[in-house]
């Protein structure tokens, strides 16, 4: 038993909140990722859970026992930070000891789990090297050997990737993921990275302005955010309110709204077809409606270009490229549409054999099931 219980957790500093009524469960062996942008109380979340800080109120369990109020060293967990943290006159192998040697372990065993832990981070030839020695993907790799080491119930990572450059961070990704599996441990991962957390964890807890915002597997929270924070801070989006079409109903049972601020020619809104069905799991239309309009979310990669055929409809609507930008494995280009308004959409290199060119009319489509309502703004769990 390593979970942990965080139950109605709240932060204040002085007269600033920095964490209000957080409510949440991380289970026995998941990797688990605390996402958020900065200043949202990620760092303060993760304090608590390794007792480097105390809450206001609330509790904190490890295990199924009660730590809040324990100091960090009886909390079984093992820490890593952004700057690594490592002791710069011992050896790897030494740094690697260090919580072994604290906690009085017999020398023979201290040797053999140190081999052990190098190996798991594939740095058995570095024991007798200094950190300044060392490149900053190894210094990390130590430093995860070093929380390791030590079998805690709990690994917690504040930001542990932030300082590598893109190629290595992505490497380390991986690493960091094996090492999880190999090991089995309870991983609590801190980022701001949105791609980090999606490809790495099993669930993800998305903090926004010091409350939960959405606890969900990856899946869960892009395709199905809980509200327009979570929708804007995963990935891009297309956010269009509509209003009901009363008395319409679309193909396939779908229910027809107008777009309050997209208009194709002549003024005239645009057309929503929208599965109801496929919002299973998300926010449903009527709640996602105060004052009777919805805010649909349509991410940009949902939406499908093709020759002109210069038809509107439902789902359907001309546009013109008003700007483009290259991203290697994808292309963003933004469509104004011939009314009013505009939409983004991620294109792929099939749909675009070359780059398009402003000016230049194409026509949007999606499907039903792509119209995803989310409630405005930051509506908490
Ligand atoms: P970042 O990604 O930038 O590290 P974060 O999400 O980890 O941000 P925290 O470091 O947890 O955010 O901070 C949450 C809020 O609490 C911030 O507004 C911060 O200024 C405030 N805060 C954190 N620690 C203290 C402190 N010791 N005293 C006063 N305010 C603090």
């Known amino acids: 038993m390593s979970g942990i219980r965080i139950e109605e957790i709240s932060k204040t500093f002085g007269d600033q909140t920095a964490l209000s009524h957080v409510d949440l469960e991380v289970r026995e062996g998941e990797f688990f990722s605390l996402l958020g942008p900065s ?69 023979k065993d201290i040797a053999e789990r140190v081999r052990e832990s190098l190996a798991l981070v594939q740095l058995e030839a570095y024991a007798s090297r200094m950190p300044h020695q060392l490149s900053g993907g190894q210094r990390q790799r130590v430093a995860i050997a070093r929380a390791l080491a030590v079998r805690p119930a709990v690994l917690l990572l504040d930001e542990p990737l932030s300082n590598l450059d893109a190629k290595l961070r992505k490497d380390m990704q991986t690493e960091l993921r094996n090492i999880q599996r190999t090991t089995g441990v309870t991983t609590v991962l801190v980022t701001h990275d949105q791609e980090e957390a999606l490809s790495l964890s099993d669930r993800i807890g998305i903090l926004g302005d010091g409350r939960l915002q959405q606890l969900g597997t990856p899946l869960d929270v892009y395709r199905r955010p809980s509200n327009r924070f979570v929708a804007e801070f995963i990935g891009q989006v297309n956010l269009i309110a509509a209003k009901p079409l009363q008395g319409d109903t679309g193909l396939g049972g779908a229910q027809a709204y107008a777009a309050t601020e997209l208009e194709t020619a002549q003024g005239r809104a645009l057309r929503l077809d929208f ?45 013109r490229v008003s700007g483009v930008s290259y991203a290697g494995s994808m292309m963003r280009v933004q469509f104004e549409l011939e009314g009013r308004g505009s939409l983004t959409v991620h294109a792929s290199d ?32």
Not at 358 to 373: E, K, R
């Open 39 to 107: 200043g949202c109380g990620k760092t303060t979340l993760l304090n608590m859970i390794a007792g480097f800080l105390e809450p206001t109120t609330g509790g904190i369990w490890i295990g199924g026992r009660e730590v809040t109020g324990l100091p960090p060293y009886r909390r079984e967990i093992g820490m890593v930070f952004q700057d690594y943290a490592l002791f710069p006159h011992l050896s790897v192998s030494d740094n690697v000891a260090y919580g072994l040697r604290i906690r009085k372990m017999p020398r």
């Open 275 to 319: 599965d109801p069905s496929a919002a299973d799991g998300g926010s449903s239309a009527e709640a996602a409606s105060p004052g009777g309009e919805t805010l649909f979310m349509l991410r940009p990669e949902r939406i499908r270009v093709s020759a002109p055929g210069r038809e509107a409809g439902a789902n359907r609507t001309p546009a």
């Open 350 to 381: 099939p749909e675009f054999p070359s780059l398009p060119e402003p000016g230049q009319f194409y026509d949007l489509h999606w499907s039903a099931q792509d119209l995803i309502p989310i409630l405005p703004g930051e509506n908490p769990l």
